[in-house]
């Protein structure tokens, strides 16, 4: 068994999660390297959310009864839990939405929305990257549309990071908003936060980062990003489908429409008028995720235990040893940065003339689950003139096996294509 400094003892972490125990495509055993899409849960969270349905289900804030009352302190609870585990001010500058994608549409129709200073329209700008994830760029483009307002963005190198050569030229004093990728889910790059903040900062214009795939893998302090909107989701770090987080400096919330209107986000309501209740409640109108913000408590709960800088340290550690390995396969193209420094557990690839989606299928006859296609990230496959890619990633349960399953797999591809 190959042994790399840094690693976690995913022996005993794998015992965690029930799914990783199945069989596959004729008893194969499952490899499971399609982390960037969605994590495996373990059972602390599986079991938090069966306790909550068994024992404590009822909607929250509104009912005096006890198993409200108990609900009520669960869903708040996952709220302190986010936000000591991304080291916010304040626990009311955490929402709770389905999705990042959600988070990252509440930013953009609030902008939108907004009165001046914030407000974009014809005469501002927009600023995003020629990296990101198609929910932090079709929502802009929306925005874009409905105001007049000009969308700009920063391209790419032929090795896969951002090309800031004329970042005074893409962030002006037009400027309204700058909205990027923390850690690109198709490259893997980890982008230089702190370069562009500082330029958004002279401007005056804000900064949201999308943290989708930086949370579920390394410490995450939004004080020290000094963004002022930071969006994730649960599905990624262990949590269940259906809850993502938006964070947001307290003053902008205060100052910001809410997006979506009904019930739990007001103060009053009268037929001619309403108005609203105090955030994060002002952006959560309805019922919300109660359940699945349970289980994303659980979740934190349980990476917290294991210590998010070690999984920082093991995972990178497994890229290294993935990029490597990889590098032994013939005709194997890495799409991103071909060293393991400034660059996440996610390595797309090309295979020769092969196309993504058979790779994917002839792995997947070995069991391996890998992720094809653009990866929901169409402008960096047109960017470097490819159709798709296939797409491994990793997660602390991952191991340095399930990486030579991969390039043993690989080889059987190369085979059967001839």
Aim: hydrophobic content about 40%; charged content about 20%; aromatic content about 6%.
């Amino acid at each position: 068994m190959t042994q790399l400094p840094g690693l976690l003892d995913t022996e005993a972490i794998r015992k965690d999660f029930p799914i990783l125990d199945r069989v596959v495509h004729d008893g194969r055993k499952l490899v499971y390297l399609d982390n960037a899409a969605t994590s495996q849960k373990p059972r602390q969270v599986l079991d938090a959310l069966s306790e909550y349905y068994e024992r404590y289900n009822a909607n929250v804030h509104r009912g005096v009864h006890v198993l409200a009352e108990e609900a009520t302190a669960l869903y708040e609870g996952a709220r302190d839990k986010v936000a000591e585990f991304i080291n916010a001010p304040s626990r009311d500058e955490v929402i709770f939405t389905k999705n990042a994608s959600e988070s990252l549409n509440l930013v953009a129709n609030m902008l939108g929305w907004a009165d001046e200073p914030y407000r974009v329209d014809q005469d501002t700008e927009i600023v995003i990257t020629e990296m990101e994830h198609h929910s932090n760029i079709v929502p802009w483009q929306l925005l874009a549309q409905r105001t007049g307002a000009k969308l700009k963005w920063f391209g790419l190198t032929d090795d896969g990071r951002l090309d800031l050569s004329n970042i005074d030229e893409i962030i002006t004093e037009k400027t309204k908003i700058v909205s990027f990728v923390l850690v690109s889910n198709i490259l893997g790059t980890v982008n230089p936060v702190e370069t562009i903040i500082r330029r958004a900062q002279e401007v005056g214009a804000l900064v949201c980062i999308d943290a989708s795939q930086a949370a579920p893998h390394m410490p995450l302090d939004v004080q020290a990003l000094q963004a002022d909107f930071v969006a994730f989701t649960g599905h990624k770090m262990c949590g269940p489908t259906g809850i993502g987080v938006l964070w947001g400096r307290q003053e902008l919330l205060e100052d910001l429409p809410p997006f979506l209107g009904g019930g739990e986000m007001i103060e009053t309501v009268s037929m001619h008028s309403s108005t609203y209740a105090p955030a994060p409640h002002k952006f959560e109108a309805g019922t919300p995720p109660i359940a699945q913000a349970v289980g994303l408590g659980a979740a934190i709960d349980y990476l917290n235990s294991i210590g998010m800088d070690k999984i920082l340290a093991h995972e990178h550690a497994l890229t290294e040893y993935a990029v490597r390995r990889l590098a032994e396969v013939p005709d194997l193209r890495i799409i991103g940065p071909t060293t393991a420094e400034d660059r996440g557990a996610a390595i797309s690839f090309t295979l020769g003339d092969i196309h993504p989606h058979d790779v994917g299928q002839v792995l997947d006859e070995q069991g391996i689950a890998v992720r094809v296609g653009h990866h929901c990230a169409r402008p960096v496959c047109l960017r470097y003139g490819i159709p798709a890619t296939t797409r491994a990633s990793f997660y602390l349960y991952s191991s340095p096996a399930e990486i030579d399953a991969l390039v043993d797999g690989l080889e059987h591809v190369r085979n059967f294509f001839g």
